[in-house]
T-cell receptor, first 114, second 113 residues
Framework: EPEVTQTPSHQVTQMGQEVILRCVPI?????FYWYRQILGQKVEFLVS????????KSEIFDDQFSVERPDGSNFTLKIRSTKLEDSAMYFC????????????FGPGTRLLVL | DAKTTQPPSMDCAEGRAANLPCNHS???????VYWYRQIHSQGPQYIIH???NNETNEMASLIITEDRKSSTLILPHATLRDTAVYYC??????????????FGKGTRLSVIA
């Protein structure tokens, strides 16, 4: 069964460094999302992406964040200058089509900022 | 904010049915009820969704009350691997096509041997 994949599974970085989290959505899906979950807290929406542009974004998704679909398969989340509070699980999700609303999630990347 | 209310935790004996309730008294006519679960910090896993009719798939059954103000997710024969946090989410089809899921705190289901 097709699934969303994410790399790396774990990332440790120093505060102020840039990180890129990578996702490969399910191949025929057109809508892409990033969510995050700080340890012990709820899953929170960051951004949605369709047709090579951001559709919606939350207050969390400020100027230090960016997303890109650099080729036909990858979907990336870049954090330009990481802060301690960016430490979290980051989940990518994808959805097939406008009429098929179910989002499917990847296994996540655990980011630890020291 | 999440538009649903769920008990924070429940226990279920292995092999028995797990019935997880969800209140969504302010649900709108075009909003679907979705259920996801999250096993120990893994990515949320889609289980089932419905609008007003009861639904069943290979994982679970979803029973929605006639007034649609509450629903119950049923795992017919719970196993230890069903131990997870279960999220009930209401969501309308989005005009932009890209409305996010809004997660609450969910119900932590513990299946006990």
């Amino acid at each position: 069964e097709p699934e969303v994949t994410q790399t790396p599974s774990h990332q440790v970085t120093q505060m102020g460094q840039e990180v890129i989290l990578r996702c490969v959505p399910i191949s025929n899906h057109l809508y892409f999302y990033w969510y995050r979950q700080i340890l012990g807290q709820k899953v929170e929406f960051l951004v949605s992406f369709y047709n090579n542009e951001i559709s919606e974004k939350s207050e969390i998704f400020d100027d230090q964040f960016s997303v890109e679909r650099p080729d036909g398969s990858n979907f990336t989340l870049k954090i330009r200058s990481t802060k301690l509070e960016d430490s979290a699980m980051y989940f990518c999700a994808s959805r097939e089509a406008r009429t098929q609303e179910t989002q499917y999630f990847g296994p996540g990347t655990r980011l630890l900022v020291l | 904010d999440a538009k649903t209310t769920q008990p924070p935790s429940m226990d279920c004996a292995e092999g028995r049915a797990a019935n997880l309730p969800c209140n969504h008294s302010t649900i709108s006519g075009n909003e679907y009820v979705y259920w996801y679960r999250q096993i120990h910090s893994q990515g949320p896993q889609y289980i089932i969704h419905g609008l007003k009719n009861n639904e069943t798939n290979e994982m679970a059954s979803l029973i929605i009350t006639e007034d649609r103000k509450s629903s119950t997710l049923i795992l017919p024969h719970a196993t230890l691997r069903d131990t997870a946090v279960y999220y009930c989410i209401v969501r309308a089809p989005s005009r932009s096509g890209n409305t996010p899921l809004v997660f609450g705190k969910g119900t932590r289901l513990s299946v006990i041997a």
